[in-house]
């Protein structure tokens, strides 16, 4: 089954960047969307930004003008660019794929294992 591998996180101060990354395992032949999540302590998961196939980046009001989200088909890897990095940020982040690994087979959400953001002077 196809997994999506996550790198990238780690601890930085308040104003500096990190780079997330996000390749799957195998072939997702058929995509729909590609997101990135997050979820901080007690609180629920929540769209940071997203791609749909065909469209333009949105993102969460909160990450607008700081986090980008791109992707290079060639790698196959999707990432999310954190700029300005401020105290609210902190969470472990997911990477989401929306589509199929085969047209035959079901439209499912595919999720990394998550990587934790901490920012911390």
């Known amino acids: 089954q196809v997994q999506l591998v996550e790198s990238g996180g780690g601890l930085v101060q308040p104003g500096e960047s990190l780079r997330l990354a996000c390749a799957p395992s195998?072939?997702?032949?058929?995509?729909?969307?590609m997101g990135w999540y997050r979820q901080a302590p007690g609180k629920q998961r929540e769209l940071v930004a997203i791609i749909i196939s065909g469209g333009t980046p949105n993102y969460a009001d909160s990450v607008k003008g700081r986090f980008t989200i791109s992707r290079d088909n060639v790698k196959k890897t999707i990432y999310l660019q954190m700029n300005s990095l401020i105290p609210e940020d902190p969470a472990v982040y997911y990477c989401n794929v929306d589509g199929r690994e085969k047209y035959v087979l079901p439209r499912r959400a595919y999720w990394g294992q998550g990587t934790q953001v901490t920012v911390s002077s």
């Open positions: 195998g072939s997702i032949s058929i995509i729909y969307s």
